[in-house]
C-alpha cells in the first residue's frame, strides 16, 4: 500500500492537535489500547495472525512512549504467562516491525510503538536525550528532499527512517527529565 495521502493526514493532523509529545499524566493506556486494536485491523486486513506472543510484545512496546530495547523486553516477559525465549522474541519484533506496528531506532537499538501503523511511512523521530521519549514524525517534505538528494548522489537508501535527538519542549522547559 502506498500511503503518501495518508501520511499526509497524519502529518497535518499532529500538528493541528500539536500532540506530537504527549503530555505529562496524559491517559496512555488509551494510547496503548488504540495501539492495540489498530494492530488486529492492519493484521486482519493483511492476512496475517496477531498471536498472543506478538500482542503481548507489542503491549510491551507500548508500555510508554519511550524506545525499548529487546532485552528490556525479555526482562519484563520474564514473570509473564506468555515467558518466551529470546529467538521467540526477537522474531515478534521482527513480525511486528515488518508489518508496520513498530520501528527500531537505530541509534538506541530500540523500538517504538508507530501511531500510523497500517501506512506506508518512512517515519523522522524527534528523540529527546533527556526523558527518553521519541515522537514520530511523518512530513512527506522531508523524505522527498532526502530522496532526491540521495538519488543525485548515486545513493541507493536502504532505512529512510530520520532519527533527530534533543530536548523535548518538556525537559527544555523545566530542565528537569522526570517524564513518565
Ligand atoms: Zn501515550
Ligand atoms: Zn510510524
Ligand atoms: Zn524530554
Redesign the pocket.
Known amino acids: 500500500m502506498i500511503g503518501g495521502d495518508v501520511s499526509d493526514q497524519v502529518d497535518i493532523f499532529n500538528i493541528l492537535e500539536n500532540r506530537i509529545f ?1 503530555e505529562a499524566g ?7 489500547a488504540g495501539a492495540l486494536s489498530r494492530a488486529e485491523e492492519v493484521c486482519k486486513a493483511r492476512g496475517v495472525r496477531l498471536t498472543p506472543i506478538r500482542k503481548r510484545v507489542l503491549e510491551l512496546v ?1 508500555r ?2 519511550k524506545p525499548v530495547g529487546a532485552y528490556d523486553i525479555l526482562e519484563w516477559l520474564r514473570d509473564d504467562l506468555h515467558k518466551a525465549q529470546p529467538p521467540t522474541v526477537y522474531r515478534a519484533l521482527e513480525f511486528l516491525r515488518e508489518h508496520g506496528l513498530i520501528h527500531r531506532i537505530e541509534s538506541l537499538n530500540a523500538f517504538v510503538g508507530c501511531d500510523a501503523a497500517g501506512s506506508s511511512h518512512a517515519g523522522q523521530f524527534l528523540i529527546c536525550r533527556c526523558c527518553g521519549r521519541a515522537a514520530e514524525l511523518h512530513d512527506t517534505r522531508i523524505v522527498r528532499a532526502v530522496g532526491a538528494a540521495a538519488h543525485a548522489a548515486g545513493f541507493t537508501i536502504e532505512t529512510p527512517t530520520i532519527e533527530l535527538t534533543g530536548l523535548c519542549s518538556d525537559c527544555a522547559g523545566t530542565g528537569e527529565c522526570s517524564h513518565d
Open positions: 504527549h496524559h491517559d496512555h493506556g488509551k494510547c496503548r507500548w510508554s512512549h
